[in-house]
Every structure is written in C-alpha cells, then in structure tokens.
C-alpha cells in the first residue's frame, strides 16, 4: 500500500492517522500479489494509530473504511473534532466526525461524491 498523509490530533498527540492509498487498485500495481480477503473494499482506509503512555511503541491499530478511492489529502480540523478526506481518483470528498477517549472512534458527516481530483485540503 501507499501511504498519502499522516496527521496527529491536536489534543491527542499519541493519536496518529495515517491514510492507505489505492486499495482499490492494488492488484493493477501488483498482479503477482494473491487473493485478499473481502476483495474489493469500498474504498482506502485511515489507520487510527494509538501510541503508549511514553509515544515510543504502538499501543494498538484501529482502521475505519472510507468511500475513497486513492486518499490523496486528508486534515484534521484545527479543534480536532473533525477529519476531511479526499479520493483523488473517486469517492469525492468526506467529512468524518472524531470522538472517543482518544480520537479512535469515527463518524461519517458528511459526503460530496460530485467533488474530483482533489489533491489538498485546507480547514479555513
């Protein structure tokens, strides 16, 4: 897989999300590669990485499936209270609603599937 953005919380710094990029592709890219599981998913997933109590080893990997295909930018909103995602190459545009102890759990809000190509995405 390709990795497209890593961002941390603002108000969790051991919470990391890191973007997959191109699931939906990956046997175009690597045709040796053998049958996955619950091949196609419906789009890139976010890792939710947690990191433990002294941030030098992963507590635990949670993954939250988007409707994108090839996550090419994602942002946190400066409050932390929300995650804006793209698929470059499909999916269009979602809004995902972050709550729980630590960021981990996640939320749709929002969805423009009619949104293409997007590469940046910037909270104003």
Sequence with gaps: ???????YHPKYPKTL????RLEL????KQPDLSPLPDYPPS???????????????V????????GCDNVRSMMVSPDGKHVALAGQDGGGLE???ISGQDGDEWKLAAKD????GVTTIVWL
Aim: some cysteine; hydrophobic content about 40%; aromatic content about 6%.
């Design 1 to 7: 897989m390709d990795s497209a953005e890593l961002c």
């Design 17 to 20: 999300f890191a973007s997959n």
């Design 25 to 28: 592709q990956i046997f175009k």
């Design 43 to 57: 789009g890139d997933a976010i890792a939710i990485v947690r990191l433990n109590d002294d941030g030098q080893s």
């Design 59 to 66: 507590k635990d990997v949670k993954h939250v499936r988007t």
């Design 95 to 97: 809004i995902w609603s």
């Design 113 to 116: 599937e009619k949104i293409e």
